[in-house]
């Protein structure tokens, strides 16, 4: 859009006095916004392009605002424009955790994210934040069924197997509801955390933030879309994550069984979720990147789903009908 450029530099020119050496364009998001790398006198800074017909910068703002006043590493925010659709923010660098989170980082790196989520959920307030409820819940698993199954697989549930597969999702939304209700990034996983050499990680793309369930952030951290960890690793880091929890009362009264069947059920709400969101990435806004990580993605449900007989419905149809259809040669 050679437009909008040509309207970021006149705002950076005209209405803020910058005069960039360099704009670079530095990511895709998934959604409308685009980023850009301004060089200005050596110091690089993040411009946010979010069309304001298609993107509102306002939950951005607000999201930013609450996160650094609860003492986490999210952007500042030097300048806005909300009517242009731009944002100014300092530049955490180039290092994404998901290239970092090598063998002899791991550790270290998925240990501050924990650190800076129990932060989050004690400090960070979710008032006034949209609630992740009954609706909401519901509304993104059924983006597994319209865009993956009906769109993208075209597999037509029968009767049977939708009232089965309904009476899963209602379980699974049952059991996040039941749980602590707290500040929820919704998106914090190896893509929108930075390595930073001070204060780490730097936190990005919370504009989406809601008050929900405890475990949601911390199985998109350690149950990622876009790299998978041993079981044996990944309940040792949740493990890690419980403790801290409990020493700041997040999870008062709540056994470790209790915990880990929370943490599993959501990850399976959100891994629903997240392969119906890539399938419509690719037929809604012809994004095909996404398609590679479906089905790591519906492993996390294949692999937890024999523990719990409840849900055997849900488990029966991911592993015996839809993720071999993306390993079919």
Known sequence: MPKRINMLNTWLTSQLGIQPQQIIAITNDASFRRYFRIMVNGTSYIAMD????????????????????????????????????????????????????????????????????????????????????????????????????????????????????????????????????????????????????????????????????????????????????????????AKQYYLQAQLVGLLTGIDETQFFQWFDWMGIQRHLKASGIFARLYHRDGKDGYLKDIPRTLNYIVQVGPDYPQLAALHQLVSQQILPAFQQP
């Open 50 to 237: 979010a069309p304001p017909e298609k993107e509102n910068c306002e939950p951005y703002i607000d999201v930013a605002k609450r996160l650094r006043a609860s003492g986490l590493n999210a952007p500042e925010i030097i300048a806005s424009d909300l009517n242009q659709g731009f944002l100014l923010l300092t530049d955490f660098g180039q290092q994404l955790y998901l290239p970092a989170l090598t063998e002899d980082q791991a550790e270290e790196l998925y240990g501050d994210a924990i650190a800076a989520l129990v932060t989050m959920q004690t400090r960070t307030s979710s008032q006034g934040l949209p609630r992740y409820d009954h609706r909401l819940l519901h509304q993104e698993m059924s983006l597994f069924t319209d865009w993956l199954l009906d769109r993208h697989l075209h597999y037509s549930l029968s009767p049977s197997e939708l009232t089965d597969i309904q009476a899963c999702f209602e379980l699974l939304s049952t059991s996040a509801l039941s749980q602590p209700q707290v500040f929820v990034h919704r998106d914090y996983h190896s893509r929108n955390l930075m390595l930073v050499p001070h204060h780490n990680p730097g936190i990005l793309d919370f504009q989406d933030a809601v008050k929900g369930p405890i475990t949601y952030d911390l199985v998109s951290l350690l149950r990622d879309c876009y790299l998978a960890w041993p079981l044996a690793r990944v309940r040792n880091w």
